[in-house]
């Protein structure tokens, strides 16, 4: 299920030469992953980590393919897939999108950890969530 929030460049976001800094993209997608975290998976950040669940990054892969200017209004899509080798991770696949052509593109990798140190895992709340997702492409890892 590809899920979506619409956002507009932030005049501050823009940088000497007209367009978005490059820094600010993985900001937009956090922001709508945050949200489909929440929304769809049901995991609260702030309740979680007073509960001594962290949910982490663990790393990400991004593309730059055209550039945002200020005002632009555009669309970040997420979705989520399953570890192909069934480890404890999540993988979100993400695009800005702007008037239908992909601006950047990433897949973001997280998992969960104990606040107090300890093994990843995600926790079974999640766990179901992602059963029956579809599994990442290595070659997209």
């Not at 956002?7 to 501050?12: D, I, P, Q, R």
């Not at 309740?47 to 393919?65: C, D, P, T, W």
């Not at 052509?101 to 969960?112: E, S, Y």
């Amino acid at each position: 299920m590809e899920y979506t929030k619409e956002y507009v460049a932030k005049e501050e976001h823009i940088d000497v030469q007209d367009i978005m800094d490059g820094l600010y993209y993985p900001f937009y997608m956090e922001y709508c992953r945050h949200d489909y975290i929440r929304e769809i998976l049901g995991f609260d950040f702030e309740e979680q980590a007073r509960n001594g669940v962290h949910m982490v990054l663990s790393g990400y892969k991004i593309q730059f393919l055209r550039s945002l200017k200020k005002g632009d209004r555009f669309t970040v899509t997420c979705t989520l897939f399953a570890d192909p080798s069934g480890g404890p991770r999540l993988h979100f696949k993400q695009s800005i999108i702007l008037n239908g052509k992909v601006m950047t593109k990433a897949v973001f990798t997280g998992t969960c950890v104990p606040a107090t140190g300890g093994r990843p895992y995600l926790p079974p709340s999640v766990t179901e969530k992602v059963t029956g997702a579809p599994v990442l492409d290595s070659a997209d890892a």
